[in-house]
């Protein structure tokens, strides 16, 4: 098992940053792909963001490639999205999610899921 706990939502105005934070216990941290996911009311699941095990690998959606940042910290079993020039439609609540193996978009591929954490953004 590994247990995921996300934190860093909050408000923003638009053109504004945020850096969420995903802490792992558990199982080796160092042993699973990371990824970030979003989910806005009425909308499906959608990945954001992913990050191999060891930092060397990652892959963003095209909707946020250029203002977000995922990075890893395998000491302090902890990953980070960076947020930055933050958009309404960025609006959703943000789930972390960790998968044996290399990385992936697709989120039925991962087996553990945090509670996630609002981001929302004002206009």
């Known amino acids: 098992q590994v247990q995921l706990v996300e934190s860093g939502g909050g408000l923003v105005q638009a053109g504004g940053s945020l850096r969420l934070s995903c802490a792992a216990a558990g199982r080796t941290f160092s042993n699973y792909a990371m990824g970030w996911f979003r989910q806005a009311p009425g909308k499906e699941r959608e990945f954001v963001a992913a990050?191999?095990?060891?930092?060397?690998?990652?892959y963003y959606a095209d909707s946020v490639k250029g203002r977000f940042t995922v990075s890893r910290d395998n000491a302090k079993n902890t990953v980070y999205l960076q947020m930055n020039s933050l958009k309404p439609e960025d609006t959703a609540v943000y789930y972390c999610?960790?998968?044996?193996?290399?990385?992936?978009?697709?989120?039925?591929?991962?087996?553990?899921w945090g509670q996630g954490t609002q981001v929302t953004v004002s206009s």
């Open positions: 999610a960790a998968k044996w193996g290399v990385l992936g978009y697709v989120y039925s591929a991962y087996d553990y």
């Open positions: 990050i191999s095990w060891s930092g060397s690998s990652t």
